[in-house]
């Protein structure tokens, strides 16, 4: 048959007959047994029957050969090719033996299985996580007497003195001033408390900051732009490592706690995805394939998502738009089933103590009326410009910290940043409480026995609500959150601890959308009789709901930061669990998206990307300029001519001389047409290899890259045939071939490097870091602010 | 600037150069002046000054070239190209003045407008096809007094003489006996319904496949493997016109109505379709590029699913994971919105008369217990062997149809199955009921008030249930629909009428489900002290929900069909609007994939696809066998060498007497060193228009590829330039190539052919049916089932 004959010394069988060829090569007595047995060395290893089985094709023929070195890029055609390669080879097998058979479909079940322990384990540590923070975050106030291990509400459950209206109140419960001094009112006891809180504050955000420092630099800020560069192929050994996820889980619950403005959803994204590379080491299938680790780096992510707000659904398209490079169906399913498990394992724990498992659950019993999309419209131009405002001024902050000498003392900043939080949160009380009860609180609607001071309503008749005194207060105290916390995230975001951003900006959105709200009610409250209100809105009907246009500006704020759409709608719309309030919330996010879009159109992780130098290939936005391949590639027009190697004649101390990372093969220098593509690394590894168990390999000895050898003269040293780890399937794309279509193809396909031919003949070589440097020179950019290959 | 050169002559330029181009090469002159004007010809048209003032750019240069005939596959790379070309023209120009900003701004968001007006179209005539096929429905059973155009619920709504127990009985509505004979009970009385029930039902089915035969043959079936390759990039003209639209709208409610084993679910998304692609004729940037077009259709197939069941975020993820094959965020989003709108637009005709979004809404009050997850496994298991049951036993009919002379019969047929269906489904209640009603009933939970059979328990103490005989008669009449059911149904599905799948695999499994609950319901009440009932479910307790049963497995059985998976899960949480029943659903559908797949892995769509031929590459399954480019490409080892032309040399009437569809060009026969790319219809359009307009063309005349015009003897004709007509940047793999790798390039970047080569020179080549025709060899399947090109 055509299609069994697979050659032995294709490019990229490195994973089966490498390991074949190098014997080979090194071994011809060896090969020679494997001509015989077989009829003919092109057809060995590549039917799974004869050599195969005498060797584990599934081990590496050479410890680096098909690797990667650290900071570099993976090439998805070979990593795809591999897996597809094993999994012939193990199908092929299975046909054989029962036990072939069982190891076939252990094989196919290990996807699930791991998908399986992902997820229960990023459930649990979620949960963990929820457990501690809320414990530490209550321990800045005071202390359970019933025993030191029960946070506020706990402590308070378990007394038979609370009445519904004061829950929170109970004489097991004690702040610092109380148990320090015995007092609990008065001045004197406010400043101890205050004091004591600025003390836990400095003490945890210190703890965090050493914690990073010392054991695990990887385990700050949000994580989410390097795992959307990793995601997209690239190589940091470390920054998913065990170190990583024991120091972040542990500071990031010392982050939370300390009060800083910061959010553990992107953390628990980079968690998960922790989880998921260090349980990938139980597999053979995903240790050894990059490209198979990262299709369960994606599901990792929407496990983020889903353990951080209880939104499965929400989680994988968010790891879909927001963070994927490459995800097949086959992974959204399984991601989507993770997802699940994460999220049920998660609320088995339940860490809010109300059994649901979402973050900020609702229920609004008013329907919302067509005149408000109006005010949504508002506040998804508000969130828009904030958005698009504090990207710019978050920017520019990690820009200072990055060129002066700010960034030295990232111990200092932290403390500072702490102390000044602490300072300015506590007296009021709407930046004292945590970031996820802000929020919840602002969502909530207002019952009847609600007393909080939000819902400080003068009950004039039945139904009927006007401000009352204390909702006044209220509303002056957000607006001095709201400003506080527009300044404060734009210095939080980056620091050396890990932060979230969904936090404070749902948090910005939730103050801004119930002022509106407020303002709104009362303003139908006192026109009932205007124009836009009437027929919808009489007298003292409960007709506006503040708390959904909390949630709505949060919605708005947050898509502007991130430039999040449907994955955003659907977390929300997870959260309240009704289909009616998507309209608003679209709308919302729509107008916020495009008017941020309006100053730049990176979200903050692209921003941050960029900041970075990650050499990050951005699949959404599309290539605008009209240059050619050859405008791009690579040599320029001055530059002396392309370093290539040629099949035969060359020796190896000449190849052994040269310094780039990877060579194109010709047929002779004159006539420059292709043959291969060979990297240095594995040129390297295999002439050490050779020089080590191969006799008369020396300097002078021919490095031989065609199919059978040339005649040599007789005194010259043994030649060293290297076909096998030559690429024989490059690809190559004309000179004329518009830039927008190359960078597709590097895109769609995951190329590393790409030829570039004229009628025939090669002519240079682009690489993704010269696209990206090409872009960043269009973009009027620095074009050597692309830091890695 | 390097990037602003991007010349005249490249082949990709066809909507501006193309026409400059043209005139180069027909009015010399007149391209003199040109590149007077601007310096150099090379310059010209692309950076949006000049020349393209001049003309339209969006207009093509010369009617049919860039177009494709019916039955061809259309190049993706190409198209999306040209669409970035026009876009950066649009962008150049709106710097220049306001009108063009303006332009610019109303193209950008003419995207918006269409989805807009696709969700306001489709959910109009869904919300038509709702209210004409419940009234014709119903008229098979009696007419309204009141009037003849409300249907039974509607005509005793009105009546103030119905009671909340018997909401539908009412003197104002007349069964056909009463009407007839003036009895409404008794034998004859039955027998008159019994005969008028199976007139309508033969009087509608004739009318659907009439017109379907008279009016627009497409309009049949289901739609969806259609849609699929129609979306993978294939012309099929006419099959979503606006004689499409009409008469499958008209038969699709004919269809229904006359009780046939169908549903509108299919056919809906063929609907919306339709509407998208007739209302991209609106826009320029849609009507003109055929990939942008399928951009639409991706998101109008989310629109149609979101209409049949109300599930927005199902309808988007089915489009995603079923239909779609291209499928950019931007159109996720898109999508999502055009969904929205739909389903609000359905909403506001309110349609079922329950201001319900759902086609099923279902609240159950008990949570499932682990145990439950045994039986809905089995329920998997059953949905999977269904589905695989259906698919071979549905396929092996349809053959039958097509190789017999059954096909020539489709009106006797359709009458045939429509008496069969009507006569043996009126003495069941079960099936006398249209499908969706049915499902309704059977996801219900009975309440005490529930007056139907199914609820049919005898109330031994106030909460505990036994089956009393009402229940009994009831799971006969179930069992019975269950046979009748699955028989009836792969016989209707590939009739001559519109035909939905998703209601009749639903019913099948929703009947299954049904029973098994009720079976474990009495299990669980007759051994409450069993162990594996003990500790959960108590005596009396109503602990288990049969109407769960139902929906469980109705999802699998649906699963089995179409191997839908997450967009299953989401439909059906959608319809249900709790997580806490998604783990059974997913548990269920899982199994049944599993099961399933084991039978084989196509799901009823593409089994479709490929008992047509349609030359549809599948995304989802990786190519598995060990080939070779070379072993795919054509010249085949024995036939004779590739058809090419030489770059200058050749004449015009050399080229016009060639027969393939596309020839390769090289430097010179001897060298093969590969120019660009042509297209045979490109050419002859090209040749055409120059010997019309162009003095001294005949078929002497040197065709001439280069970018200069070669020395030419004295006494010769003018030679006709034809490089803009060429692809300069064809694609091109190596001979050593593996396939899986070739076959992933044609998937991802939509390719129609692709040049192969070996050491720089030209081999042969790939077309996408050269691959087709291959992977069908390799599964021993007739290649030349591979219809068209």
Redesign the interface.
């Given at each position: 048959m055509?299609?069994?004959?697979?050659?032995c010394w294709?490019?990229?069988c490195l994973s089966v007959a490498m390991l074949l060829c190098l014997k080979c090569t090194f071994c011809p007595s060896l090969s020679g047994v494997y001509e015989e047995h077989n009829g003919t060395s092109r057809t060995a290893g590549?039917?799974g029957s004869g050599p195969s089985r005498l060797v584990d094709p599934l081990e590496d023929p050479l410890p680096g050969v098909g690797t990667y070195e650290d900071f570099n890029t993976i090439d998805w055609?070979r990593e795809?090719?591999k897996d597809?390669d094993r999994?012939?080879e193990i199908?092929n097998k299975s046909r054989q033996s029962t036990v072939a058979l069982l190891h076939s479909i252990s094989d196919a079940f290990s996807g699930w299985l791991l998908m399986l322990l992902v997820g229960l384990m990023s459930g649990a540590l979620a949960g963990g996580i929820d457990i501690s923070a809320h414990w530490m975050t209550d321990v800045k106030g005071g202390l359970c007497l019933r025993g030191f291990w029960f946070n506020h509400e706990h402590c308070c459950w378990l007394s038979n003195e609370t009445t519904f209206q004061e829950r929170d109140r109970c004489p097991q419960w004690q702040s610092w001033a109380e148990l320090i001094t015995g007092k609990s009112e008065g001045p004197f006891a406010y400043i101890v408390n205050y004091l004591m809180y600025i003390f836990w504050a400095l003490m945890f955000s210190f703890l965090a900051v050493i914690l990073v420092r010392a054991f695990a630099p990887y385990a700050c800020g949000s994580g989410i732009p390097e795992i959307k560069t990793i995601l997209s192929g690239f190589i940091i050994r470390g920054y998913l490592g065990k170190w990583t996820l024991i120091i972040k889980t542990i500071t990031l619950v010392l982050a939370v706690s300390s009060g800083l403005s910061l959010g553990k959803e992107g953390p628990l994204v980079h968690v998960a995805c922790c989880c998921a590379n260090i349980l990938c080491h139980l597999f053979t299938k995903y240790r050894k394939n990059e490209a198979k680790r990262r299709e369960v780096l994606s599901a990792a992510a929407a496990v983020g998502v889903s353990v951080a707000f209880g939104a499965?659904?929400g989680g994988?398209l968010f790891s879909?738009?927001e963070v994927s490079y490459y995800f097949p169906?086959?992974t959204?399913?399984r991601s989507?089933?993770a997802a699940?498990v994460a999220?049920?394992t998660l609320r088995s724990i339940n860490p809010f103590g109300n059994s649901r498992?979402v973050l900020f659950y609702v229920e609004f019993h008013t329907p919302w009326h067509l005149v408000e999309l109006a005010p949504f419209i508002l506040l998804g131009i508000f969130g828009g410009l904030w958005g698009a405002l504090f990207i710019k001024a978050n920017i520019a902050w990690c820009r200072l910290r990055k060129t002066t000498c700010l960034g030295h003392y990232p111990v200092i900043e932290v403390l500072v940043v702490a102390a000044l939080t602490a300072l300015l949160s506590y007296p009021n009380s709407y930046t004292r409480m945590s970031g996820s009860e802000l929020i919840s609180e602002l969502f909530n609607d207002c019952s009847l026995l609600d007393s909080s001071q939000l819902c400080g309503y003068k009950q004039v008749t039945n139904t009927s609500d006007t401000a009352g005194p204390g909702l006044y207060t209220a509303l002056w105290q957000l607006a001095l959150a709201l400003v506080f916390k527009m300044m404060i995230t734009v210095i939080t975001f980056g620091m050396k601890v890990p932060s979230g951003l969904f936090i404070p900006s749902m948090a910005v959105g939730a103050i801004a959308g119930r002022l509106l709200g407020v303002g709104m009610e009362q303003l139908a409250y006192y026109n009932h009789d205007a124009v836009i209100f009437k027929g919808w809105c009489s007298q003292g009907a409960d007709c506006i709901t503040p708390g959904l246009y909390a949630m709505v500006g949060a919605a708005a704020c947050l898509g502007g930061v991130t430039r999040m759409?449907?994955s955003l709608?659907?977390i929300m719309?997870?959260l309240t669990?009704?289909?009616e309030y998507?309209?608003p919330l679209?709308a919302a996010t729509?107008t916020s998206k495009w008017v941020a879009d309006a100053f730049g159109r990176e979200g903050i992780y692209e921003a941050h990307i960029r900041l970075n130098g990650y050499p990050f290939l951005e699949?959404?936005e599309?290539?605008?300029?009209?240059?050619?391949?050859v405008?791009v590639m690579r040599p320029r027009r001055m530059d002396p001519t392309l370093a290539v190697l040629t099949q035969e004649g060359m020796t190896v101390g000449e190849v052994e001389s040269t310094h780039f990372s990877g060579f194109p093969v010709v047929?002779s220098s004159e006539?420059?047409?292709?043959?291969?593509f060979v990297l240095r690394r594995d040129l390297l590894i295999s002439i050490d290899n050779a020089r080590k168990r191969q006799d008369g390999i020396v300097s002078a000895s021919q490095v031989v890259f065609t199919e059978h050898t040339p005649p040599l003269p007789p005194d010259a040293p043994p030649p060293l045939r290297l076909r096998c780890i030559m690429d024989?399937?490059?690809f190559?794309?004309?000179d004329?071939?518009?830039?927008?279509?190359t960078v597709?193809?590097f895109r769609?396909?995951g190329l590393r490097q790409c030829l570039v031919?004229h009628?025939?003949?090669?002519l240079g070589i682009i690489t993704k870091k010269d696209i990206l440097k090409h872009m960043a020179q269009?973009a009027n950019r620095d074009p050597d602010s692309i830091l890695f290959n």
């Open positions: 055509l299609s069994d004959r697979r050659k294709r490019d990229r590549m039917n055609v795809k090719s597809r999994h012939r199908t499965p659904i994988v879909l738009e169906l086959k959204l399913w989507f089933f699940l999220a049920f498992l759409t449907v709608v659907v719309f997870e669990g009704g289909l998507i309209v679209m729509m699949p959404k599309e290539f605008e300029h009209s240059s050619l391949a405008d047929v006539s420059q047409r292709l043959v291969g024989l399937s490059p190559t794309v004309t004329h071939t518009p830039m927008d279509i597709d193809i769609k396909l031919t009628n025939g003949r090669l269009m």
